[in-house]
DNA sequence: TTCCTTGTCGTACACTGTACGACTAGCCCT
DNA sequence: AGGGCTAGTCGTACAGTGTACGACAAGGAA
């Protein structure tokens, strides 16, 4: 379930993420000190430890004590509490990377692993699609800066490096959606991903035709059996990661 | 909104995506000529022209001119009706590759061109997570066949080969979920992306503080005009598929 | 003809986001 | 001190979701 963001107007959605706005509580809302803050930290625990389908205004509202309509005074609607909750947990970024290195190859993997471990930390991050309209709040440009200085100063121009630090998260939200979905479907499903593996492939083999499929019938069982499953995302990101960095260093230093 | 499929068990499913067992009507059905197949191409169509959010099970059922409950007849939920779904338009590739060149690189780029294509094509294809358990029916093993025939005879092994096409194959799963995700956005909102940008922007310049973000304040206006937006996936796409390419000649050539 | 199998489908349940309007607690002004 | 107004709270309602359950009926078999 991907949840779409940012309804309303820039404007509004803007003073918001920058809280230049806040509604001071003068009525009953002071008793429980609610606040913009209060109530996204709150969304944010839901999430990370329910899942995004567990987030349901009515819900949030009854974790903070309150009822569900008492939330539209903090937020104008479910999608601009989402950008929130994207650019708080983005926000944690500096905390997880240390930009030590002074070769930009080895300053972008730190990033690309920084983001990874976002995903890990959030996974609902993933369900939120902000792609094209990011929630352009602190949380958000502290992570692009991050990631903007890491491929500073290799000679590439401005657009060169805006598209650089896009592909390395694009791939590294790619590949984590991997690990998420697949923990989605074992707790729905009750069966792990080799359980799963190992219940289809037999299944498989005697229904599909080895001379229609010739080079899935020579590739799949081996790679079937190197990840015990159809797809490891963690052996995915390593393994594109370094691919990626190659790419990119033929763009800068014109070799890998 | 992403949905979550293949729920059952792997052996029903897989004897749905390959139509091992037909429910054959007998009663009334008949007079409606209803099969597994005029249920998913229907859903298709529907998903097609409104998107994933407007298949639901009453209105896919309206279309067929039938009741709700009678779908599942044929399909055991609507998580295995949206794998079927998968592989059926998987199942398209061909028709939008033709693996014409004889270097690795050119069919490898025409794969990624095809896959884009059928993103375009059926953009609700990006919002069914179907990562970690495909429904490996014959379309998404066509396409599997066809990937890695395109890596075959390069020296790779079988891992590195299925490695490879899986690293591809999220790429533009990746990049054509930001164009799906702007349309959405526009259609939502009825801003067009640059108008929001132009929106954004100069608000967005009041805002946020040049010393905190330097990088930012450096790249972003310049990256923002090159692309009228905060981001534009086509160019992304472009950008990183050559990259890409390079990255996986390093590992193919030793160079690029 | 009678029975049984099998496809059809109306109803019901628990759930979603949020528009509307009633209520009331606290502040300001006289 | 008292009246009025502002602004936060929240009960109710609406249109929608997937699908479990059980009643119904039509075709084939005996």
Redesign the interface.
Known sequence: ????T??G???RS??LL?R?VEPSPRGRGAEAGLSVDRVVDTAIALADAEGLGALSMRRLAADLGVGAMTLYTYVPAKAELLDLMVDSALGEFPSLYSPVADHWRARLEAVARASWSQYERHPWLL?V??????P?G?GV??K??LG??AV?GTGL????????F??IE??V???A??VV??V??EE??GIT?TE?WE??AP??DR??DPE?????T???P??GE?QQ???D?R??FE??L???????A??VDG??
Chains 1, 2 share one sequence.
Do not use: C, N
């Open positions: 379930m991907t949840e779409i940012g309804t107007d820039p404007a803007l003073s920058w230049l369900h699609a902000a792609s094209g309209r990011p352009l602190p440009l502290t692009y800066e903007l200085q500073d121009d401005e657009v060169a490096m805006d598209a650089v896009t592909l694009g791939f939200a790619g590949t959606r991997g979905d697949q989605a479907a729905a499903t991903e799963w219940a289809t299944i498989l229904v599909f229609r499929f010739p080079t899935v020579r590739v799949g081996v790679a190197a499953a159809a797809y995302p052996k995915a393994f594109g370094v691919r990626l960095l190659d790419g990119v033929v763009l070799s890998p």
